[in-house]
């Protein structure tokens, strides 16, 4: 998916030790809540919670949803 490939690009702006959850997963999730009506942190948590396995079909999201703080910090 070109959309991917260009987000791929994107420089992760966190440390090492602070990338529990892929980049990737992230911007995505918070793309595609954003896209659908989310309008914060929480709806975009929730969002992925109720449509992961939808997520799943374009990445692995294997560590699950992160918690809204996580997403924030992005």
């Known amino acids: 998916m ?15 030790i602070n990338q ?3 980049f990737l997963e992230i ?5 595609s809540a954003v896209i659908s009506g989310a309008e914060g942190w929480t ?5 992925g919670e109720y ?3 939808w997520l799943r079909q374009y990445l692995p ?5 992160p918690v809204d703080d ?5």
């Open 27 to 31: 911007i995505f999730l918070t793309m």
């Open 70 to 74: 996580t997403i924030a910090r992005i």
């Open 43 to 47: 709806d975009i948590k929730r969002f």
């Open 2 to 16: 070109d959309l991917f490939r260009f987000f791929g690009q994107l420089e992760d702006p966190r440390k090492d």
């Open 20 to 22: 529990k959850y892929p």
């Open 51 to 53: 449509h992961l396995a």
């Open 61 to 65: 999201f294997e560590r699950g949803i």
